[in-house]
């Protein structure tokens, strides 16, 4: 069965249920229907938040289809449950854009689901279109304030680098001429589209503590300059109430299920190869509050979502994970080992053992950060014995113990060993939270900290606009920023086409986007995009709808 077709197999308990398992009562729900609904914010209570466990999910890196990091995810917390811990999964809310573009729906997949899951692969509760009409409404005011004559800030149309987002893959948008039609249609000047969950107000979202804190985070966006090369922010357009206004509900965090009838927590989408990566510290903290383990995803590898979630979103919450899960798969370290996507399904020990460097690499940045790792391999129908036995033989002369997690076809019974080897890693840990670097530290010592260190880079190279944006960036006196690198999810490198552990490379920074109100710059590194594309063939090709309503092609 397809993973739509087993999610149609579960009768769905009443969120009422979901809500009673963490203790709240049916009268703090704010419905959507029987099966969702938002949480109010005054769950949160920060000395229950210190006590209870935080297990980060990450990754190697993985194949274009990735490696069932979600899955995983909501398998664990359902074997967590199984074993007597409460237990609360939190994740990013899936874009349309991967849902109609290569990977198709990200709820998770077999007997390790969240639903009802074509309401959250869909439009859901309606968070990513807030964040598309908040960040929109500052795009509009911003034209509208250029041929004001009341009002004028004096905008300089050359030097504006706010662009507009939409919630879909659509690469004809990434550059793109606006104000034209006369008088009538503004003043011409180029612009652009981000994918929406690209967006400064997705990261403002994801890392508010509050709605004051939004809607103060909302007037810090860095806008551009006047013509007397004077910065413009968010605020000097009046733009951040109205903004907050759009995402008053958007702020609040999605309660839904897991197939197993476990409650789940969904809130916020940024991707980890072009944003931050990590759901909201709102709903990471409700979901702390309300349950004695929580079990989190950050997006690809430990080089991304990982790195970003303990150093950026940990150090602006004051979050401290207490363990890592590690998903590795037989058919990413065989495509590490040199095999291309079309050869992986036959078994090939050579190939694997030739792509645990890569699965290494990754293992080795789990210890800069102090906190005890488990490799859960996420295992196939074609993967082997002998394949699986060699990657335990390496994980364990690292010290890293590795567990078959078989949550696809069993759900939480196939992730109990898991569990139980999550929780002995958090009651024997010794070690201590620590970031990789400090966020007074000077911005091109801390990109080159995170370049050579987790990437394996020798260095850092810097085009001539990257380096003037570090002189913009010193001006505003953002050197105290946080640092959220923009880079491919496929290589621990900027080239794509390096798979395993490259090493004798450096990194290229091209250009620094700046997100003040998110508190972090973006360094764009090789040749990624923050509108992406549609593949060839896209998922939407495969996804209808028939005359009684009925979805079918999300997978």
Known sequence: ????????????????????????????????????????????????VRQAKLVLVSALSPTPAGEGKTTVSIGLSQGLNRIGKKTCVVLREPSLGPVFGIKGGATGGGYSQVLPMEDINLHFTGDISAVEKAHNLLSALIDNNLQSRKHSLHLDPRNIFWKRVMDMNDRSLRNIIVGLGGGGGGIPRESGFDIAVASEVMAILCLSNDLSDLKERLGKIFIGFTLDWQPVFARDLKAQGAMAALLKDAILPNLVQTLEGYPALIHGGPFANIAQGTNTVIATKTALSLADYVVTEAGFGSDLGAEKFMDIKCQSAGLAPNAIVLVATIRALKYHGGLDLKSLTPPNPDAVRKGLANLEKHLENSRLFGIPAV?????????TDEEIAIVKKRCAEMGFQAVVAEVWAKGGAGAEDLAHAVTNAVDS???????????????????????????????????????????????????????????????????????????????????????????????????????????????????????????????
């Open 1 to 48: 069965m397809t993973d739509l077709d087993i999610a149609r197999t579960i009768k769905l308990k009443h969120i009422n249920d979901m809500a009673a398992q963490l203790g709240i009562p049916a009268d703090d729900l704010q419905l959507y229907g029987k099966y969702k609904a938002k949480l109010p914010l005054h769950f949160i209570n920060n000395e229950r």
């Open 375 to 383: 490799v859960a391999i996420n295992r196939f129908t074609t993967d």
């Open 429 to 555: 840990s010794t070690g201590q939270f620590k970031p990789l670097y400090d966020w007074s530290w000077p911005m091109e010592k801390k990109i080159e900290t995170i370049a050579t260190q987790i990437y394996g880079a020798d260095g850092v190279e810097y085009s001539a606009q990257a380096k003037t944006h570090l002189k913009r960036i010193t001006k505003l006196g953002l050197d105290g920023a946080a640092v959220c690198i923009a880079k491919t999810q496929k290589s621990l490198s900027d080239d794509p086409s390096k798979i395993g552990r490259p090493t004798g490379f450096t990194i290229t920074v091209r250009e620094i986007e700046i997100a003040a109100g998110a508190g972090f710059v973006v360094p764009i590194t090789g040749e990624i995009m923050r509108m992406p594309g549609l593949p060839d063939t896209p998922a939407a090709e495969s996804i209808d709808i028939d005359a009684e309503g009925n979805i079918s092609g999300l997978f």
